[in-house]
């Protein structure tokens, strides 16, 4: 399995963009990286998945470089509502299903 | 657009008691996916089920088990329940059973084991 290093928790002010990286260094080749968004007793909300080079939706946009052993989740113009909980995780394919492995997430703090 | 349907969203049992939690998934979803979520930890997978068919098992408890339906509904029994079984129970659904296939979450099921 490949296991997701994040920073435990990061700091930031309302309309500042915040990037959070995160390392999978024994990503394998058939697997995607995927940020879920979590705020307290609710549950994670998908944000974003890609492959490689960068993928971009309405509310985030990921950098995956050439060797994908690293990510980074880009927020843009971040408000108080996003003070959550973020989560990279790198799916398990194969035989053993979509599951999600949760590791520890990085734990956003918006400040006004 | 229909979300995870989760019930009860609360529940209180004593200890050594059962608990069914259920979870019904987002129309056309196939594969049904349950994490527990204890207090100041991250989701853990415990079990999923793709058309019908369990799929893949976690860090399940022998005192649990889980099926899903020909609905594709999906249920959690949880016998003799233990004070560490404190925890929100996340229920997640999907069209497909692999990486790709994006996971949605319900609301949870916040059980309390006094």
Redesign the interface.
Known sequence: LAKTTQPISMDSYEGQEVNITCSHNNIATNDYITWYQQFPSQGPRFIIQGYKTKVTNEVASLFIPADRKSSTLSLPRVSLSDTAVYYCLVGDKGNQGGKLIFGQGTELSVKP | AAG?IQSPRHLIKEKRETATLKCYPIPRHD?V?W?QQGPGQ????LI?F?EKMQ??K?SIPDRFSAQQFSDYHSELNMSSLELGDSA?Y?C?S?R?????????????T?LTVL
Do not use: C, E, K, M
């Open positions: 995870v594969t996916y994490y991250d989701p853990q997978f999923s793709y799929s893949d976690g929100l996340f997640a999907s497909g059973d692999t990486t790709r296939d994006t996971q949605y979450f319900g609301p949870g916040r």
